[in-house]
């Protein structure tokens, strides 16, 4: 009998063949290395087929992703890069150009201008209020002149 085919051992260890056939599988395996190696891979996974986990485990989809489509899909690889630049790039401004004293600083100034400004809005209020009441006490002073 010549070597055993890939078939005809998952035939023979899915349980397909009848019994004649079986006896001359099972002759052939006793004597033949070669075939008992490849016996023992279908016999393998002819088992895990058969028997099927209940649950999922729960990087199953993650599995199946991985041998049908490679590492990760492209999209969310691409995304998840994009992502880990943009940390990068955030935490590089952060160091190298002291992002956070020059924030400190950039306050600081804003809030110095608004005082400023607010203090020479209230100079200018002052010295309005001082003209007017000048001009007022001046008139009242003078009185119309006749
Ligand atoms: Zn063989």
New binding site residues.
Partial sequence: ????SEDQLMAYYSFELADADNQQIEK??K??????E?AALIEHLTFEWQQPMKEAPLDFSKKVMRRTHGPLPKRRKRKLYYQLSLAGVAALLFLQFNLPMQIIQLTDQTVNAVHITSKKFNQVVQHKKNGFQKNLEERKDGGPKK
């Fill in positions: 009998m010549k070597c055993l052939h395996l004597s033949c290395p070669l075939c008992q490849k």
